[in-house]
């Protein structure tokens, strides 16, 4: 029988590396690996949070939250949902075992609670429900594989996400308001304009927006009038990829801008650079952060009053699409939607402007 570690508690105790370290020198191959030293320790009675019958803390030595980390995140595809899971799971190990002193293993549902009244009390409450989604996938994970005692039920129950009122990337620009946000940034920055220009011509997400090169962008076959159709190769979500289709005028913008900042169309070390590239060198790609900051600068200089993110414009391009009557399968596609009920918010969205549509007609009767 193998001898479990001398103090798992103090071990347990210390503070969780910081968010640099993405996996352990020589991560475990697979998460039973790293529960096998754990099958023959002994299991002694467990308390329960009141009236539940739910474990409050697992009896044996929990393993290293780095490598059921470093695991966990080998399940996941998109770079993004692995930088936010890694930051979130890592802030949520801390104040478990930093700050309550508790081992994952010994998590209960008292423990869980505290920490969504945590998140509730110091975040909005779209930020708090996103964390506890990450939580909540984690533990999930660690309960398949028996480190965790508290099951699916358990955690919809006691880490359930708070009631979102309003999200504000669901709210849409007007035509006449992307105009606005459009001229300001034409005015004062052609790089912002293009960026502008590019999210509401192909309703790229922000991190597909940073992850264009300027080879994505190539003529294909002959079109109509002389000019040949542009498609725009974006990399989305899990590393799926589209050819979005672009218009004319979006790659004579997209042409006029490479060429303006110094670079070729026809170089192939272009080519590979990154479209919209940070102004510290080394070819680097803005940040999503970066993309936030400028949308939000174009909204207050449009004088626009609600709250819009750079998501808001995707959806007012897919809300767009669908008052002109786009068939839902080509908006899916545009848009990189793996499902179609996603794609049906746009479908309702435009339902319930044309509802409206009277408000419009100011004629007198």
């Known amino acids: 029988m193998k001898t479990p570690p001398n103090n798992p508690d103090k071990r347990a105790a210390e503070p969780v590396p910081g ?26 009675h467990a308390g329960s949070f009141p009236h539940t019958g739910v474990p409050t803390e697992t009896p044996r030595p929990s393993p290293p939250v780095e490598d059921l980390l470093a695991v966990f995140l080998r399940t996941l595809s998109s770079p993004e949902t692995i930088k936010t899971y890694n930051t979130e799971i890592r802030m949520f190990a ?34 708090a429900a996103k964390k506890l989604t990450a939580v909540r996938r984690f533990l ?10 508290l099951g699916p039920d358990a955690l919809r129950y006691f880490a359930k996400s708070p009631r979102v009122s309003e999200d504000s990337s669901y709210n849409v620009l007007t035509e006449e308001e992307l105009s606005r946000m459009l001229g300001q940034a034409r005015v004062e920055s052609y790089r912002d304009y293009v960026i502008l220009a590019v999210m509401a011509s192909c309703g790229v997400r922000e991190a597909e927006l940073v992850s264009l090169r300027i080879g994505d962008f190539r003529e294909v076959g002959g079109g109509e009038d002389g000019e040949p159709p542009i498609q725009v190769r974006v990399e989305g979500k899990g590393g799926r990829i589209r050819n979005v289709a672009a218009s004319p005028d979006l790659w004579r913008v997209v042409q006029r801008y490479v060429l303006l900042t110094g670079r070729s169309l026809n170089s192939r070390s272009d080519s590979r650079r990154p479209l919209f590239e940070s102004r510290e060198g080394d070819a680097r790609p803005l940040t999503t952060r970066s993309i936030r900051n400028i949308v939000k600068k174009y909204v207050r200089r449009a004088g626009i009053t609600k709250a819009i993110s750079p998501h808001s414009i995707r959806h007012t391009v897919g809300t767009n699409m669908a008052v002109n009557e786009a068939p839902l399968l080509v908006i899916q596609q545009f848009l990189g939607h793996s499902d179609p009920k996603t794609t049906l918010r746009y479908i309702r969205r435009a339902e319930e402007l044309a509802n409206k549509a009277y408000q419009y007609n100011t004629l007198p009767i």
């Open 19 to 44: 968010i640099g370290a993405m996996e352990p020198e020589s991560p475990p191959e697979s998460l039973p690996e790293i529960v096998e030293n754990l099958e023959n320790v002994p299991v002694e």
């Open 94 to 127: 801390s104040y478990i075992e930093g700050e309550l002193g508790v081992p994952l293993g010994g998590i209960g549902a008292e423990n869980l609670s505290l920490y969504r009244e945590r998140l509730i009390k110091e975040y909005a409450p779209a930020t």
């Open 140 to 149: 999930v994970f660690t309960h398949m594989g028996g480190v965790t005692r």
